[in-house]
């Protein structure tokens, strides 16, 4: 019997269709549409509900029976070392339109050393402020008077999402609007499912048990709902791993 993998790479090549054109159209990273293809999704993503919704998804694009296929999907779950190497490629920017997760990393040594600096600098301010109180008190000095430093312009932070009460068991679904095109990655309990741009007037429906995790290039385009309640935007211009947990 002909794999699903099988039905719908040649329902795709009979139609004349390259996988880039697939991954436009249909906005799933090219590196999924390929395992679909060769019957190793299972190893890119765990979850059977997330694997038939891409099957669906695809075999509808290429004209099949969308149901039926996702219906006759039984995947194994992958092992705990393929797990971690998809993480891993994920991580490293391996598929196609990620975030710059290297640049990422570079930046945050850089915070963190520009942190230590910062806190050497307090200690040894510290040290020679009680090295001085310690000395024999001198006649003071009139100072002069020191003018009051600018205040510093507000800085505006990204839109923290209200806290929604969702009962025990039930899962979190999450929603997201277009306005305009917008990059947009979505993580369901750790796993990417959405990595791609959500053109204007788009809606996309997601599920997870415990958490989703956001980032996107044009926050002010897109209108969140979590469970039935609006959010609405997260903010404006970038937001990179905005977490909304139960």
């Known amino acids: 019997m002909e794999s699903i993998g099988s039905r719908l790479r040649s329902a795709r090549e009979s139609k004349g269709i390259s996988l880039e054109q697939a991954q436009k159209d249909t906005r799933i990273s090219s590196r999924i549409l390929s395992a679909l293809e060769s019957d190793k999704i299972s190893q ?145 309990d750790g796993m990417v499912i959405f990595d791609g741009t959500l053109k204007k007037g788009s809606e996309e429906r997601w599920e997870a048990k415990n958490s989703f995790e956001i980032s996107t290039s044009k926050a002010e385009a897109l209108s969140i709902g979590l469970n039935g309640a609006d959010i609405g935007a997260l903010g404006k211009g970038a937001v990179k791993g905005l977490k909304l947990p139960k």
């Open 44 to 188: 890119i993503v765990s979850g059977p509900i997330y694997v038939k919704s891409f099957i669906k998804k695809y075999a509808n694009y290429l004209g099949l029976d969308g149901n039926e296929m996702a219906e006759s999907f039984s995947g194994h779950k992958p092992e705990f070392r393929e797990q971690i190497s998809v993480l891993a490629n994920d991580a490293s920017g391996g598929s196609a339109g990620g975030f710059p997760f290297k640049k990422i990393i570079i930046a945050a040594v850089a915070v963190v050393v520009l942190i230590a600096g910062v806190k050497l600098v307090s200690f040894g301010i510290s040290k020679t402020a009680a090295f001085f109180k310690s000395r024999p008190k001198a006649e003071k000095k009139a100072e002069p008077v020191k003018a009051k430093p600018a205040p510093k312009p507000a800085v505006k932070a990204v839109k923290e999402p209200a806290a929604a009460q969702i009962p025990k068991g039930e899962k979190l679904v999450l929603s997201v609007r277009s306005k305009a095109d917008a990059y947009l990655k979505v993580r369901s």
